[in-house]
């Protein structure tokens, strides 16, 4: 074993242990019974993994120190104390991730990421509970029944739009700026328009098809997982009942019914600990990637159009004023998310835009006047 992998083995071990030392220093905060032992045996999991590198580490012939707690750790369990376990939850799921990502790099500690996962969504859980339970609203939304996305595609539409917007109102501007003619300004538009949303709807694409396979893998080592170890997915899943707030026997019975039901056993798993809806797997790659393109566009046409039908300071002044409602409108809209005034969010966003044209025609000002010696 190389001096590399000893060191990443070491971290390994510390990590493990760190999040062992929390989790149980957790499950003697707690008042309810149920989430003690929730955070008990996720203390035990850590303990495992950490005797695996210790195990390893020793055939190699490292000799380990005994085990302290590093100062973040001590820093997390006194704030835990002080403020309660929410204070924290947010955090140990960073931790968790980071250790999912780490450990999908090792071949031999894939497993492991998996569990590391697990606990990644049973802090998710927590991180929402109210009295040891999970809302009944968050339990709809990770079962699939209702989705909360409505808001969310409507804040991406908003946002791609003002992209599509402001960045082809700069682009507009800077030629302007080097005071080129009407139609090549108007050509320059509509190639920025094309490229910045075919950039965009190429991106998506990318995006959610790529998380559409890694979706695709996950559920398929998870089918592969329920098949050679239906009692560990048993008991990963009644874990992430015990955290909804179910007793733990019954937690027990319904984990062991939907895991001894093959055909239902891969979707509850899928949806309950990946946190994946298998029958879209995260939507269209394609609708996204239209969507996207759309979208942009809408936003970029707007200082075009003056240039279709005016010319020289007339379409320039068209195509400011054209962006300046169009940056408000933009601006308003955002407050269906923050609660700002309209008026307030509409003037941010129309500043805002109007500044980064203004820099830009400054900018293809100088380049011309340069060019032009």
Known sequence: MDAKTITMYKNFREDERNSAFTYQSLAGLQKDPRLAEVYRRMAAVEVKHAEKWEG?????????????PEWRTRLLVWLAQKFGAEMILPSLQARENSGVAAYGREGIA????????????????????????????TVAQLEGRHRGSGGNALRAAVLGANDGLVSNLSLVMGVAGAALDSKTILITGLAGLLAGAGSMALGEWLSVQSSRELYSHQIKIEAEEIEQAPEEEAEELALIYEARGFEQQQAREMANQIIANSENALDVMAREELGINPEDLGGSAWVAAITSFVLFAVGAIIPVIPYTFLTGTQAMIGSILFSTIGLFILGAAITLFTGRSVLFSGFRMMVFGLIAAALTFGIGRLIGVSLGG
């Open 110 to 137: 894939r497993g492991m990421a998996k569990e590391e996962q697990s606990h990644s969504m049973l802090l998710n859980q927590l991180t929402q509970s109210v009295k040891g339970g999970v809302e009944g609203s």
């Open 56 to 68: 390893l580490l020793r055939d190699a012939g490292v000799e380990l120190r005994p085990f302290k």
